[in-house]
């Protein structure tokens, strides 16, 4: 999966990556949804493994513009986890209090603990993306702000915490589909704000934004992925195949056990 991440430094032009990519993959859909379901027990082992050990920590970024499949990523990809070790922190407007402090006071609470697997669905990104396009902040304010990410970031990662950062990359058409959808679908509706179509109107400049944080918040310690996203089996899959990658990388281990085990009788 190397192949999406943002090389530190590099301009980043979202429209020269393909929201429809599949490369990397070279069966059919069908393929790709049984070859999921295998990598992701893969990836449920590893969790377990992760959490057994208790040393590593693990920060998984998500981001992405509305009906890009944040939610589902998550449900579908950490499905069969263990509750315990995984954690899902979601970042809404921020509160009264939230907005009285700085913007990554809400944050540091909720990073990952020893053995813990933690998914920011929205982050401190959202204070270099919706507030710099809808101008809650002034520029003087959020231009500063990738330096404090990567210091903050920088951080984590040396107290030990591994750092995936995904951005889920759909294109404006397969947007418009999914919104058609969620008015369509009357269980959908709950996911529809009119605000979305805000964003929606907006997304030339929230596309400068992306591209202007990728850019500037790829570190070697803390990498962005452009994950395609178009095709959801294509994006369960490849981010699968990252995470896998990722934790496969730490070289984890279970914890020896006690001495003198092959001797214990239970009675
Ligand atoms: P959702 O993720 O669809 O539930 O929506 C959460 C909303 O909160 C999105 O519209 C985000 O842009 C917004 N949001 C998250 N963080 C911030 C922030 N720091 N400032 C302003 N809006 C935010
Ligand atoms: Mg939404």
């Known amino acids: 999966m190397d192949r999406y991440r943002v090389k530190p430094g590099h301009k980043v032009r979202l429209d020269k990556h393909d929201p429809r990519d599949t490369r990397?993959?070279?069966?059919?859909?069908?393929?790709?949804?049984?070859?999921?379901?295998?990598?992701?027990?893969?990836?449920?082992?590893?969790?377990?493994?992760?959490y057994a050990e208790g040393k590593h920590k693990v920060?998984?970024?998500?981001?992405?513009?509305?009906?890009?499949?944040?939610?589902?990523?998550?449900?579908?990809?950490?499905d069969g986890t263990n509750p315990q070790g995984v954690k899902v922190k979601s970042f809404k407007v921020p509160t009264e209090e939230e907005r009285a402090h700085d913007y990554l006071w809400r944050v540091h609470p909720h990073t990952p603990g020893a053995g813990e697997i933690v998914i920011f669905n929205r982050s401190h990104y959202e204070d270099v993306l919706v507030v710099r396009v809808k101008g809650f902040a002034p520029k003087d304010r959020w231009s500063k702000r990738y330096e404090h990410i990567r210091a903050f970031e920088q951080l984590l990662a040396d107290e030990g915490t591994t750092i995936i950062k995904i951005f889920l990359h759909i294109s404006k058409d397969e947007q418009k589909e999914r919104f058609e959808d969620r008015l369509e679908d009357p269980t959908k509706h709950w996911k529809f704000r009119r605000g979305d179509l805000e964003d929606r109107a907006l997304w030339d400049d929230y596309m400068a934004a992306y591209e202007d944080a990728l850019e500037k918040t790829s570190t070697k310690d803390a990498p962005w992925y452009v994950i395609p996203a178009d095709r959801k089996w294509y994006r369960d899959w490849a981010i699968t195949t990252l995470l896998v990658e990722r934790l496969e990388a730490l070289k984890m281990a279970f914890p020896p056990a006690e001495e003198g085990l092959e001797d214990v009788v239970v009675v």
């Open 59 to 78: 920060l998984i970024v998500l981001q992405a513009m509305d009906a890009a499949g944040k939610d589902s990523t998550i449900r579908r990809i950490f």
């Open 24 to 50: 990397g993959w070279d069966g059919d859909k069908d393929e790709a949804k049984a070859r999921f379901v295998a990598l992701n027990a893969r990836l449920e082992a590893l969790q377990e493994l992760l």
